[in-house]
């Protein structure tokens, strides 16, 4: 409350020495006053604050739009076109909205959807229950569960394509390690992970979730500090179970939490390309292509441009939309 | 016996027990891999496809003379009439009836990696400063509009974005040149750099700003010489991850950069070698490309929440 009050506060020319109103300006503009004399302060001052937030701002803005709107507009504009990357020099054809049409009547996209439906969900399911779990157990506060959860944080921060790379060594067959814990706990070993069309989608799942179950773990862990203890106090005087607390206190108070950590999964899993490009390609044959995979195999193989681009923006788009229902959601939640 | 009613907040010290176990099982668990490839990085290439895996083998440099090395098969003859090898990494290659041909274009790769990840920090932490100052400060017009489309640049999946941007460097003769690179990471992590950077600065009292310019500085001089000490540790945070994102980004990488400027993780990958058995050298590269960040995560582990949440989780 206390800087609000102090920039509504506009000196009293008499009573203040001329040099203190340097910093009259900046109280004005931001309280929103009638900024009396800013020429003449501003000379004094260099810049206005006007001026200085736009060139603070500038560059900023100045990049997005170079290499964000345009580039976007760009892709509009290609999607409604034949054009392709490998010809520049053809003439380009305008298609109107067949492009999307095809997108969307594709049936290897549809397939494409159906695969990037499947690893979505059994990742962040799988991660959620393993990352509250972990969260809980972590918040009971153990001796060295800082040291701990440091450890369990260190897959989250590598490179996804990298972890894609070595971890295709752990899943080979014969040599891999993968395969050699199955058998030491008495499974077959005979088994293909990447190379089976029933494993591989569940391959890449399994990395995922190595990969980010810390990263929900992290975000749940914040979320369960952050409940005020008097309402555990206030249950164990009612001799709540330890069942009903967590039923009536716990979960209700982490859901925004989990509402935020299923928010940011669910836009990296969909965008997921790094780590599925290297650990399966897409295979075997397109059981793990994932809408990412083959949106590279259409631009960037078989160089259809205009045709991925509508495919490009109707991602874009989805994942768009998916982001502003969880963000409702996460405003209804909170408002609770 | 009467039993003491413990506080809620403290567990009783049977399901700390409980707690420590899991926990610290699911930490070893999810910490083989890493060490996993580790150790496979000083091992024979013959030890890394033994049936079945070694637990324990004998430790070798090979993996990491073949990472910056290539090689060229000779035979027998060809190898016992050559004079005797001048350095330890040349008679490790000998031993594999190989000889030198000459340097990897590993350490390039990794230089690359190096400079351009510095290069992105570094513009992107200052406009990022700049901007989420005037974001916090100053009333600019459309203010939630600006910082909302720059989260949302994020929603969109890098491969979408590198169609046009990948026609956009061919027009201006940016694909597979550093500048092209940093350029793009900038902008890509601006969004991070201006929403971690603009929590930090909220979070700084204004009147320090303002009793310094009651004093007679002005905004510039007040940003400069008491904001950004203030804000010492976010911008820190921000470069580490801005750093991480650069270092660890491989979409774009692998589509606008094929030689000259590519970096280490498009090229990691292509190190297994054609025989697709050099799981050493692999593993080397790995090994010395995931080194920093795990690093750094330790160093980072407070401020870690933030990060990854684009400030929207504070602590």
């Not at chain 2, 939630?144 to 590198?162: E, K």
């Not at chain 2, 940016?174 to 603009?198: C, E, P, Q, R």
């Not at chain 2, 292509?270 to 795990?294: Q, R, S």
């Amino acid at each position: 409350m206390k800087p609000r009050v102090f920039t509504q506060w506009t000196p009293p020319a008499t009573a203040v020495p001329a040099a203190n109103l340097a910093q009259a300006p900046g109280a004005a503009l931001r309280a929103g006053g009638p900024a009396t004399g800013r020429g003449r302060l501003a000379a004094r001052n260099g810049l206005s604050d006007r001026a200085l937030a736009w060139l603070f701002v500038g560059p900023t803005i100045v990049l997005l739009l170079a290499f964000n709107i345009f580039p976007l507009l760009w892709t509009i504009y290609l999607s409604f076109t034949n054009f392709r990357a490998n010809r520049p020099n053809a003439e380009i054809g305008w298609l109107g909205i067949s492009n999307y049409q095809r997108v969307l009547n594709d049936e290897a996209i549809w397939e494409n959807m159906r695969t990037t439906a499947h690893f979505l969900c059994t990742s962040i399911a799988l991660q959620l229950l393993l990352g509250f779990a972990l969260a809980l157990l972590l918040n009971r506060k153990f001796r060295s569960h800082s040291f701990w959860s440091t450890a369990i944080l260190l897959p989250m921060m590598l490179a996804p394509a990298v972890v894609g790379t070595f971890w295709k060594y752990f899943f080979e067959p014969q040599y891999g390690i993968f395969n050699a814990i199955a058998r030491f706990f008495g499974a077959s070993g005979n088994f293909t992970m990447l190379g089976d069309t029933q494993l591989s989608p569940w391959a890449i799942v399994l990395v995922d979730t190595w990969m980010w179950t810390p990263y929900v773990m992290l975000l749940l862990l914040a979320g369960l500090r952050s409940i005020p203890p008097y309402l555990y106090e206030a249950a164990e005087i009612d001799r709540a179970s330890e069942w009903t607390k967590f039923w009536r206190i716990t979960l209700p108070m982490v859901m925004p939490f989990i509402i935020l950590a299923l928010l940011f999964r669910s836009i990296e899993n969909f965008k997921m390309f790094d780590l599925v490009d290297n650990l399966t390609n897409g295979g075997p044959g397109s059981v793990t292509e994932l809408a990412s995979i083959h949106l590279k195999r259409e631009a960037f193989e078989k160089w259809r441009t205009g045709y991925s681009s509508a495919f490009a923006i109707i991602l874009f788009v989805a994942i768009y939309g998916m982001s502003l229902v969880t963000v409702r959601f996460l405003d209804k939640v909170k408002q609770r | 016996m009467r039993t003491v009613p413990h506080s809620p907040l403290e567990p009783t010290t049977l399901a700390k027990w409980f707690a420590a176990i899991l926990v610290i099982g699911y930490a070893l668990i999810s910490l083989i891999p890493l060490v996993w490839i580790f150790m496979t990085s000083f091992r024979t290439p013959e030890d890394a496809i033994a049936y079945p895996p070694k637990v324990v083998a004998q430790a070798s440099a090979i993996g990491y003379v073949n990472l910056f090395t290539t090689r060229s098969r000779v035979s027998a003859e060809e190898l016992a009439a050559l004079p005797p090898a001048e350095t330890w990494y040349e008679g490790l290659v000998r031993e594999q009836q190989m000889i030198l041909a000459g340097p990897s274009r590993f350490s390039d790769r990794y230089l690359n990696s190096l400079l351009i990840g510095f290069g992105s920090t570094l513009l992107s932490v200052v406009l990022g400063t700049l901007a989420a100052y005037a974001f916090s400060r100053f009333r600019v017009p459309g203010k939630d509009d600006w910082l909302f489309f720059i989260l949302s640049t994020r929603m969109m999946p890098p491969i979408a974005v590198a169609i046009p941007v990948y026609l956009m460097f061919r027009n201006l003769g940016l694909n597979d040149t550093h500048l092209g690179l940093i350029l793009l990471y900038t902008v890509v992590n601006l969004s991070l750099a201006v929403w971690l950077l603009k929590g930090f600065m909220d979070e700084i009292p204004r009147e320090y700003e303002e009793a310094a310019m009651v004093d007679g500085y002005t905004r510039w001089q007040a940003f400069l010489k008491v904001v950004l000490p203030q804000a010492a540790t976010g911008i820190a945070t921000t470069s580490i991850f801005c750093l991480i994102f650069a270092w660890n980004e491989y979409a774009f990488a692998l589509l606008l950069t094929s030689g000259t400027a590519q970096t280490s993780p498009p090229f990691i990958p292509t190190i297994i070698g054609e025989g697709g058995l050099d799981w050493p050298a692999m593993a080397a590269g790995t090994t010395l490309f995931l080194l920093p960040v795990l690093v750094f995560t330790v160093l980072l582990r407070k401020h870690l929440l933030r990060g990854v949440t684009f400030g929207a989780i504070r602590k």
